[in-house]
């Protein structure tokens, strides 16, 4: 005898998240969003700021040209900066770099080379310190922090070795003219150019492939990184290399914009990169950064300093002011961290 059906039990389905709750991706953009536009609002209230303040100084083509081209320096730095601390890691001596690529640039010797030798020799210095660094620090143990400290000490002396105290003056017509208004495509500066090329370059690699992920992987969980098939050490190697690459090509835009090399150069732009990178919301801890939020941190520096120089206001006001912000960025970071 056959027993009856039973009753067919109601199947219960979980409704489909919503399009906010699909990935902690989507949150995670959101809030990058959030973070670019409040930036993006800082920069333009500064503009503001210093049109009113010094209208015909500040609002003159001159200083808006200017303000980009020093930020493109320092803004190359931060780049290679930005990969780094996502990591992780940290880099105290990208100033040092830039110094000694400098100095070693601008020798008698290698001036001989032309605009190629000046070039080349800038580039393989900053890679050859971003190697030191990334041995000791990824293969020989050590604290990224005590590794780059060593490297900031080495590279001055070793720069002021080299000049022995002197500015070194660049007497190659290639390189001199690029720093001419002459040499202006439609009114941007070619150092301008070379940080544009440098921050899509950097916002590519960061965010479309698998290098990029990798960096973040490591900075957020090196353990679980390790775990899921990458080589730590490796990428860390590779992370360091970049930030001399880009300490290699700030150097050379120096040397275009100021005509010379000096052991003096990139005083303090391990203090200028970190800021920057960290205002543009890059986490100290590692793990999560943009590069345009970083480039947008530089803006917004070299807007402030531009407008106190206008103003007359003293390097030691410029420098609180510096420190200020960087503490009440960490402050919001660690807030919105926990949120």
């Known amino acids: 005898m056959t027993q009856p ?17 699909k990935s902690p991706w989507r949150s995670l953009a959101a809030r990058a969003d959030v973070r670019t536009l409040s930036l993006l609002g800082v920069l333009a209230a500064l503009v503001v700021i210093g049109g009113v303040t010094e209208p015909d100084a500040f609002l003159d083509t ?12 320092i803004g190359v730095v931060t780049v290679g900066m930005t990969f780094v601390i996502i990591s992780g890691g940290i880099d105290l001596s990208v100033g040092a770099i830039v110094a000694l690529a400098s100095v070693w640039a601008t ?7 032309g605009f190629a ?12 310190c971003g190697l030191v660094n990334g041995l000791l620090i990824a293969y020989g143990g050590m604290v990224p922090f005590i590794a780059t400290l060593a490297m900031l000490a080495s590279g001055r002396g070793l720069a002021l070795e080299i ?19 002459d040499s202006y495509i439609l009114g941007i500066p070619p150092l301008v150019m070379v940080f544009a090329a440098v ?37 860390r190697l590779y992370l360091y290399l970049l930030s001399g690459l880009c300490c290699g090509i700030a150097a050379f835009l120096l040397i275009i914009l100021s005509g010379s090399g000096q052991n003096t150069n990139g005083n303090l732009y391990e203090l200028d990169a970190i800021a920057a990178a960290i205002i543009g919301g890059t986490l100290l801890s590692g793990g999560r ?15 402030i300093t531009n407008i106190f120089a206008l103003n007359n ?8 002011a510096k420190g200020a912000i960087i503490v009440a960025a960490v402050l919001v970071q660690r807030r919105t961290a926990t949120t």
């Open 289 to 303: 950064g943009t590069i345009t939020g970083s480039v947008l941190g530089v803006l917004i520096f070299t807007t």
């Open 199 to 235: 921050t899509v370059v950097g916002w590519l690699l960061l965010n479309r492939t698998t290098f990029g992920r990798r960096s973040v992987a490591v900075g957020g969980n090196a353990e679980a990184a390790r775990l899921a098939g990458i080589d730590v050490r490796r990428q």
């Open 313 to 320: 206001l003293e390097t030691a006001v410029q420098q609180i």
């Open 5 to 21: 059906a039973s009753p067919a039990r109601p199947v219960t389905e979980k409704s489909p998240p919503a399009d906010g709750d």
């Open 107 to 113: 020798t008698v010797a290698t001036q001989d080379y």
């Open 117 to 128: 030798g000046i070039l080349f020799t800038a580039v393989v210095v900053g890679l050859g």
């Open 62 to 73: 001159d200083n808006l040209q200017l303000i980009l081209t020093q930020a493109s320096v």
């Open 163 to 181: 000049t022995d105290g002197k500015t070194q003056m660049v007497t190659v017509d290639g390189v001199l003219k690029l720093g001419e208004r």
